[in-house]
């Protein structure tokens, strides 16, 4: 079993910068890497970036490409979401789940043992 936790969410400013951190716990090498969604209010649950464990390969949502990065720290099992010239239409309950699949997606029953979530909000 994985456990994982974010933290790191807040209001910030439109334009301003967040950093999201999800550290896992227990049998994480039965994963594959970690992945971040965000749900928006009466929105469906959307994919944002995945990353690797090795930190190899990363993925991102069209509308994060730029702006957001993913990556992880060497020494320790947690996943960064730096979020860069946020938007108010980037504000949503920020989740990380770790990947079940070797190769990178955006499909989300691809992804399992999600954290309880991280609110950010961004005002404009």
């Known amino acids: 079993q994985v456990q994982l936790a974010e933290s790191g969410g807040g209001l910030v400013q439109a334009v301003g910068s967040l950093r999201l951190s999800c550290v896992a716990s227990?049998?994480?090498?039965?994963?594959?890497?970690m992945g971040w969604f965000r749900q928006a209010p009466g929105k469906e649950r959307e994919f944002v970036a995945s990353?690797?464990?090795?930190?190899?390969?990363?993925a991102y949502a069209d509308s994060v490409k730029g702006r957001f990065t993913i990556s992880r720290a060497s020494a320790a099992n947690t996943v960064y979401l730096q979020m860069n010239s946020l938007k108010p239409e980037d504000t949503a309950v920020y989740y990380c789940?770790?990947?079940?699949?070797?190769?990178?997606?955006?499909?989300?029953?691809?992804?399992?043992?999600w954290g309880q979530g991280t609110q950010v909000t961004v005002s404009s």
């Open positions: 789940a770790t990947r079940r699949t070797a190769a990178p997606t955006t499909v989300e029953n691809a992804y399992g043992n």
């Open positions: 227990g049998r994480i090498l039965t994963t594959y890497g």
């Open positions: 990353i690797d464990w090795s930190g190899s390969s990363t």
